[in-house]
């Protein structure tokens, strides 16, 4: 008997205030608040009467009929109904009380802290959100599904340190080769749950695709297909907002989520738990030395460190750690919706990535707006911080104010957004543009001017060759990092 192991994502981020950019727009909301949108409710408030309510309630009774399913919930999503909709809330804690329901571990703010250069603030989150599914639904949590199922050899290895049962994560070629994703494998020491993503995509990117040589999909026919796949069981892990939201209700997804219980029923097909799938032995040991996602046909973490303008984005929220007195302001600022934003995706990847992006929403003027709110919250910490003139020379720069390499012709392509990061380009800038500035006493004059450091734009003018100019820059960045530690 074919097994189906279906779980859904439910999670909305704090979309930032990108048409302030300055972190206090002059309403009465607190001084974290007016870093986000205050279409956040709006957002909510319409995903929830159009998606989380009535799928839901289809579900609740399709679990006393014998329905098995699992949720992971961001901590910012459960943060919103509480405040915005409470009536879905109770909806939710409803599901997670069923016997037939199993939550999964997550980042509490469904972050990049994986990514980060060490695991620290990523088990943080680990734990924060473990004690808020422990206090809002009474569970305790057995199988990881890390942020978008991004997964490598030293993400498994920790969750297997940390205990978890299993791990979530794409079953992508590049992973499995020649295998398929229908049975459980393992990867340092903890067993792998693998995402059928074709048949996860069917429901989620395909379904309303009227040139799709399979449309209309109706539950009967998806049924059968689950029923005729070969292995041990299929899991299908889907954005619980692709019923109703990205898919909207005209176009029977609904309907077809509604009947689809029944039908695999009929078609001798048995519905199990993560824990449940993890209880089978492995079947092999895989190996993930490069990071594997759901994201997009890459697979990979090109939909959020893709392009150099993520690279910065994510470089500096972590640099912004010592900033971080108001550390949920700091943790919503690595939701990876905001990197994601910035993505400039071309061919195959574009067309799933527009798929869940907001209209209208441009990749340069995310970067720009987040960098400007980024700059605004450091500031602001910077004033209750001990050593306040270097958290004010070592903040993060909105981009009108960053530092941009010209040469005697061009721009060069080169930006700094803050002293850590012209002391990096200051290895990697064309010499001619390193000449052209240190003649026109540029640097000087910005470090001086914009960065309010004196002392350090004193020895820079000074400064006769690269190689001085990198020394004597990067000697005073180091000394007021470790004055921040």
Not at 277 to 288: N, Q, T
Not at 322 to 339: E, G, H, I, M, T
Request: net charge negative; aromatic share 12%; proline share 4%.
């Amino acid at each position: 008997m074919t097994k189906l192991c279906i779980g859904f994502e439910v999670h909305q981020p704090y979309r930032l205030d990108y048409t302030q950019n300055t972190g206090n727009n002059g309403s009465a909301r607190s001084a974290g608040e007016n870093y986000f949108s205050e279409k956040n409710r709006q957002i909510l408030e319409r995903v929830a009467e159009k998606c989380y309510i009535p799928t839901t309630r289809i579900l609740l009774e399709a679990l006393d009929e014998g329905l098995k399913c699992a949720f992971s919930l961001s901590g910012t999503a459960i943060e919103q109904m509480e405040r915005w909709s409470p009536d879905t809330l109770e909806l939710f804690r409803q599901v997670a009380r069923h016997k037939n329901t199993e939550i999964l571990a997550q980042t509490y703010y469904h972050s990049l802290a994986s990514l980060f250069d060490d695991f620290g603030e990523f088990e943080q989150q680990l734990k924060l959100h473990a004690k808020l599914m422990k206090d809002e639904f009474g569970v305790k949590l057995a199988v990881l599904e890390n942020t978008e199922l991004i997964l490598n050899n030293d993400i498994a290895k920790l969750a297997e340190r940390l205990g978890y049962k299993a791990v979530y994560t794409e079953g992508a070629e590049r992973v499995l080769g020649w295998r398929s994703p229908n049975y459980v494998y393992s990867c340092n020491g903890i067993k792998l749950l693998l995402r059928n993503y074709r048949l996860s995509d069917d429901i989620a990117l395909h379904f309303n695709h009227r040139q799709w040589d399979q449309y209309p999909l109706t539950a009967e026919k998806y049924a059968s297909w689950i029923a005729a796949s070969p292995g041990d069981y299929v899991n299908v892990f889907l954005g619980y907002e692709t019923f109703g939201e990205h898919q909207g209700a005209d176009t029977g997804i609904i309907e077809f989520l509604k009947w689809l219980p029944g039908e695999c029923m009929n078609k001798g097909v048995d519905f199990t738990t993560p824990s449940e799938v993890a209880d089978m032995e492995p079947r092999e040991e895989l190996s993930i030395p490069d990071t594997v996602s759901i994201a997009d046909s890459d697979k990979d973490t090109s939909a959020w460190l893709g392009n150099p303008l993520q690279r910065t984005a994510v470089r500096a929220v972590q640099l912004a750690k010592p900033y971080a007195k108001d550390k949920r302001v700091w943790r919503n600022l690595q939701a990876s919706d905001n990197f994601y934003y910035m993505a400039s995706r071309f061919g195959p990847c574009a067309n799933s990535h527009y798929f869940y992006i907001p209209k209208n929403c441009q990749p340069y003027l995310a970067f720009c707006s987040y960098m400007s709110v980024l700059s605004q919250y450091e500031k602001s910490q910077a004033t209750k911080m001990k050593r306040k003139p270097a958290a004010m020379v070592l903040r993060t720069l909105p981009p009108r104010e960053a530092f941009h390499f010209f040469s005697t012709s061009a721009y060069t392509g080169f930006t700094a957004y803050g002293l850590d990061d012209f002391t990096s380009l200051l290895d990697f800038a064309p010499a001619d543009s390193i000449d052209f500035h240190m003649r026109n006493g540029d640097f000087a004059s910005w470090i001086a001017g914009v960065l309010g450091d004196r002392d350090l734009a004193d020895a820079v003018g000074k400064c006769t060759s690269r190689v001085e100019l990198s020394d004597a820059v990067d000697r005073h960045r180091t000394a007021l990092r470790a004055s921040l530690q």
